[in-house]
């Protein structure tokens, strides 16, 4: 059964509930005995795509043309000394 609470109850343990909603309970909030709205648990999958479909919407992602596959990556020789920040801007300015 979900645990059912009033508007000023929420306020006043705003908290307390939040680690309830964590913990995987579902809150009721009433607002003069009629509920209004319902506090669940969000997957955290769900919400990393969510993440991942504003960065697409907002231009900063792009998504994949085709999957990833391993013979697509290269494995690179630096030597014993070599200096990745530098290898890795070297790369970066030769493109693909």
Known sequence: MM???SISQLKDQLSAYLKKVQAG???LVMDRDK???KLE????AVDEDA???RLVAAGLVKPAKRP???NMIQPIDL???AKVVEALLEERE???
């Open 3 to 5: 645990e059912r609470v």
């Open 68 to 70: 990833l596959t391993m």
């Open 94 to 96: 030769e493109g693909p």
């Open 51 to 53: 993440r991942y479909q």
């Open 35 to 37: 509920p209004v709205a």
């Open 41 to 44: 648990r969000v997957d955290p």
């Open 79 to 81: 030597g014993f000394d």
């Open 25 to 27: 309970e579902t809150v």
